[in-house]
């Protein structure tokens, strides 16, 4: 399955974003999914994730309460609502794809990864 993440750009403290994660290639709905985030010399990191049916998904406790994802299969596309952005957000965010249904917390669980979309906040 082929992931192309998009939405990103430079944004102000306080703002908010929507990224998208448009699939090809595959069953999405086969699939669990999850966004993670790598900011400049730093590892990457878990943002979220979400099952294969949408029903049940979660996100980074560090970032409750200000992202939220959700999916569209019937148009193969997965989404993470960003709102009151702050510096700290400022990272390449990536989707990914993976054979476990349910999801995952762990990079090392996702088969296919998307490129890639930059956020960056910023005054």
């Known amino acids: 399955v082929q992931l192309q993440a998009s939405g990103g750009g430079l944004v102000q403290p306080g703002d908010s974003l929507s990224l998208s994660c448009a699939a090809s290639?595959?069953?999405?709905?086969?699939?669990?999914l999850g966004w993670f985030r790598q900011a400049p010399g730093k590892e990457r990191e878990f943002v979220g994730t979400?099952?294969?049916?949408?029903?049940?998904?979660d996100i980074a406790d560090s970032l409750k309460g200000r992202f939220t994802n959700s999916r569209d299969n019937a148009k193969n596309t997965a989404y993470l609502q960003m709102t009151d952005l702050k510096a700290r957000d400022t990272a390449v965010y990536y989707c990914?794809?993976?054979?476990?249904?349910?999801?995952?917390?762990?990079?090392?669980?996702?088969?296919?990864w998307g490129q890639g979309t930059l956020v960056t906040v910023s005054s």
């Open positions: 979400i099952d294969w049916s949408g029903d049940n998904t």
């Open positions: 990914a794809a993976t054979w476990r249904r349910s999801g995952s917390y762990h990079a090392t669980d996702y088969d296919w």
């Open positions: 290639g595959g069953i999405f709905s086969r699939y669990g």
